[in-house]
């Protein structure tokens, strides 16, 4: 043992065997071929914009967007056609609808506009009810939707997937994000 200033310590530390070992390196031989995993983008893209969308709109609707639509006066389908200057078709999947019901009596003006003959009904094929995976599921498989919603979090997990526009409301009228500016309404 070495007394440095009056304290002991073991003299094991310093000892040349105890240290750690560098790592060695894996030589790569550079006549191999390299490898890369690119992820294969849809043909629709054309750089930001999707060019599947275009007139008569189909758009997938959340539950909160049409709650917050009854409570802003919108008629929903007459209001999203002044947004985008076009046919819409709003679109509602199983768990949406599933959702309404399940909010009971309070919300029955929102399912009354759920079950509107204007709406097309999309079927879900998967398990459970939770309507923001399954609008997301959907959009990232057929990139031909609009989705209205107003929930922060599911506009946050659609702006990663390129070429969806969101259509969401402000000042008592819908409007339309990550749009190509020569489709629909002028933005505010």
Do not use: W
């Not at 189909?58 to 909160?64: E, K």
């Not at 997937?161 to 505010?188: C, K, L, T």
Request: hydrophobic letters at 35%; proline letters at 7%.
């Amino acid at each position: 043992m070495k007394e440095i200033m009056g304290k002991h310590l073991d003299v094991s530390i310093f000892k040349e065997k105890d240290r750690l070992k560098p790592k060695k390196k894996e030589k790569k031989d550079p006549s191999a071929l390299k490898e890369r995993e690119v992820p294969q983008h849809p043909s629709c893209l054309f750089f930001q914009y999707n060019t599947q969308l275009g007139p008569p709109y189909h758009i997938l609707v959340d539950t909160n967007f049409i709650n917050f639509s009854i409570k802003a006066k919108l008629d929903l389908v007459q209001s999203m056609m002044d947004c985008l200057y076009a046919k819409c078709i709003p679109c509602i999947t199983d768990c949406v609808m599933a959702e309404i019901e399940k909010l009971g009596q309070k919300y029955r003006v929102a399912l009354r506009i759920a079950k509107d003959p204007r709406f097309e009904r999309l079927p879900c094929t998967h398990k459970g009810t939770y309507a923001d995976d399954c609008l997301v599921q959907r959009v990232t498989q057929h990139k031909c939707y609009i989705v209205a919603t107003v929930d922060r979090d599911l506009k946050r997990r659609i702006r990663k997937i390129p070429g969806v526009p969101i259509m969401y409301i402000s000042n008592h009228r819908y409007n339309i994000e990550r749009m190509p500016d020569d489709y629909g309404a002028p933005r505010f």
